[in-house]
């Protein structure tokens, strides 16, 4: 998703089905945030499976201050409204890994 500066609203720029967070990384822009609500599939330690629901804040270093400024204003209003509890942050798109997402999910077991 992307904030439309011009009507000032949070608007869906694209849709992906069965993507991998790899995958993911390489649709984002370099160097303008994105919000991201990705579902992914995760095994916990002792087999059970969820699909937890994660809000990924792409602020990439090096974006203009006035779209950081914009994005940031618009990101808590965005979670609390879609009600979502798994949020992230990366600052740079080569973040966004399997890895990264195993890790930051494990924190909630």
């Known amino acids: 998703m992307k904030v439309d500066k011009d009507r000032q609203m949070v608007v869906l ?3 992906f089905q069965n993507i991998s967070p790899e995958e993911l990384k390489t649709e984002l822009p370099e160097r ?7 579902s992914y599939k995760y095994v916990h330690e ?3 499976v969820s699909y937890p629901l994660c809000f990924i804040f792409s602020s990439p270093v090096g974006c203009k201050p006035e ?3 914009m994005y940031a204003g618009s990101k808590n209003r965005l979670v609390q409204t879609a009600e979502l509890t798994k949020v992230f942050e990366i600052r740079t798109t080569e973040d966004l890994t399997e890895a990264w ?3 930051k999910l494990s924190f909630f077991r």
């Open 13 to 15: 720029e694209e849709e």
């Open 32 to 38: 303008q945030p994105r919000f991201v609500v990705y």
């Open 46 to 48: 002792d087999g059970r």
């Open 67 to 69: 779209q950081q400024m």
């Open 101 to 103: 997402l195993q890790e």
